[in-house]
């Protein structure tokens, strides 16, 4: 299994065809504490860049964008009682969604974990 | 090439620093711009600092906000010109709400004046400072001399044990009640001291000397009873205990009635007026206003923000001016301006977020109920 990383800080895993998505350590401390994630729905297709999550934290609305083409096949259902999941496990246990890929070659332009250190040791 | 307005190049100014600037820094605070100064938004999180501040007490530093003095001859009159508060009966030691209002009665700022031992002190908002200094000094007669105080510093410590923590350092603090305030001495510095805030807790809001701030942060801080609190969680307090805050739930789009504010406004003054927009208090007080500014309460978990929509089937009757998650409450809370007809409490509305239709209902505030140390009557 490979993780990769976006600039919008999302990781996403990939098993075969399948991606999980959700949003790195590092944005959930700059966003705070968290009270609602709006999941997309089972079946929704996404192309790489369109909003596809919103995080509320105590401060503000944050939009979550389709890190890779794909469909959705399964939203993170323990989000919907537990949103703080995102906070005290970003990167595990506080996954989104699995998307199914439409477009693999797009991994490509993402970033490996040390790319994304690297990437956030410079902001 | 044309020429920027006036408004562009005032925003490209840099933000300027507080006198806790560092202070803050070196206690991990996370400093987003507010009000043209860098100012700290959190220390360790939103959520603790809230119920930290309901639970304990928490340090603001709200040293951004205009703090003015004003003397001089004919100066109760001159201020009762111009606000629609009673200054010629405001006693020494004690503190009023009121606003600023424009000629057509819409609302230019809100305050808090107080009558001290040699001069009328006035608290008014940051971000809107020099445009009420500009205000003030187009309408005061030449006689009363306003100072803005920028050598001063201004921290509140609010929380249930802010008294407990203010009182070892200030012992005589003790003796306050709600909306009451006094000068006292530390460590040979000054204090002006009103028992008020913007939480609804218990608390207090202390000026001083500039160059006394840090020593005193330190020395609040070092009681086991206080934390730094960021603006974070002060806006979520006060959006609790129903309080208003300028530029977002007031601006000149609304009225004193509407944005119900009329207890500002003592008897004697609604029925003489003799204040700048006293013709629209006077017709509000007698018709009722248009819109209102109203509590929500939230069905679900999804926070409902300014700037959205608020219906009543079909109709949009309002929008929200301030909305959030409740740390207290652990549900959404929203305040918003609504048309007349739908601002009685338990009123059915729907607001929009992001498309999706919200059950909502207008609730009575404070949503948190007020812990003010008032005298007893």
């Not at chain 1, 959700?22 to 944005?27: F, M, N």
Request: glycine share 10%.
């Amino acid at each position: 299994m490979s993780r990769y990383f976006t600039e919008d800080h999302e990781w996403v895993d990939v098993e075969g065809e399948i991606a999980t998505v959700g949003i790195t350590d590092y944005a959930q401390e700059q966003l705070g504490d968290i009270v609602f994630v709006e999941l997309p729905a089972e079946g929704a297709t996404f192309d790489k860049g369109d909003d596809a999550a919103v995080v509320e934290s105590v401060k503000a609305a944050s939009d979550v964008y389709a890190p890779v083409s794909g469909e959705v096949i399964e939203a993170n259902a323990a989000l919907e009682g537990e949103p703080a999941l995102v906070n005290s496990d970003a990167e595990e246990d506080g996954w989104f969604f699995k998307l199914r890929l439409t477009d693999a070659s797009e991994l490509e332009s993402l970033m490996d974990e040390a790319a994304y250190a690297k990437y956030v040791d410079g902001l | 090439m044309s020429a920027e307005p006036d408004t562009e190049i005032e925003e490209e100014l840099p933000p300027q620093e507080l006198v806790l600037d560092g202070w803050h820094r070196a206690r991990g605070a996370r400093m987003v711009e507010f009000a043209g100064y860098m100012m700290p938004i959190q220390y360790e999180g939103i959520m603790a600092e809230h119920l930290w501040t309901r639970t304990h007490a928490g340090l603001f530093d709200v040293s951004h906000m205009g703090q003015l003095s004003f003397t001089g001859e004919g100066l109760d009159a001159a201020l009762e010109a111009i606000i629609p508060a009673s200054i010629a009966s405001l006693a020494l030691g004690r503190q009023r709400y009121s606003l600023l209002l424009d000629e057509e009665g819409g609302i230019l700022d809100d305050l808090m004046v107080s009558r001290r031992p040699d001069d009328i002190y006035m608290v008014v908002n940051g971000a809107t400072k020099y445009d009420d200094i500009g205000w003030l000094i187009e309408h005061l007669p030449d006689d009363v001399t306003m100072n803005l105080m920028d050598e001063h510093a201004l921290l509140a410590l609010q929380g249930p044990e802010a008294v407990v923590a203010l009182s070892r350092l200030v012992p005589s603090v003790e003796g306050l009640f709600f909306m009451q305030c006094a000068g006292f001495a530390w460590q040979g510095h000054d204090l002006w001291v009103s028992r008020s805030g913007y939480t609804g807790e218990d608390g207090f809001e202390i000026s001083l000397p500039a160059e006394a701030a840090e020593a005193f942060a330190d020395a609040l801080c070092a009681q086991a009873e206080v934390k730094p609190i960021g603006l974070g969680a002060r806006d979520s307090l006060r959006l609790e205990a129903g309080l208003p805050l300028y530029g977002h739930d007031l601006s000149p789009e609304i009225s004193v009635i509407g944005a119900d504010l009329g207890f500002a406004i003592l008897k004697k003054r609604r029925e003489a007026g003799g204040y700048i927009g006293h013709a629209r208090v006077a017709r509000e007080l007698a018709q009722g206003a248009p819109v209102k500014r109203v509590g929500l309460g939230i069905e679900g978990k999804l926070p409902a923000r300014e700037g959205a929509e608020i219906y009543a089937g079909s109709t949009k009757v309002g929008t929200v001016t301030s909305g959030g998650h409740s740390p207290s409450l652990g549900v959404p809370i929203a305040m918003g301006w609504v048309d007349a007809a739908y601002a009685a409490t338990g009123t059915a509305l729907e607001i929009e977020v992001r498309g999706k239709r919200l059950a909502a209902r207008v609730a009575p505030m404070p949503f948190v109920p007020h812990h003010y140390h008032r005298q007893p009557s």
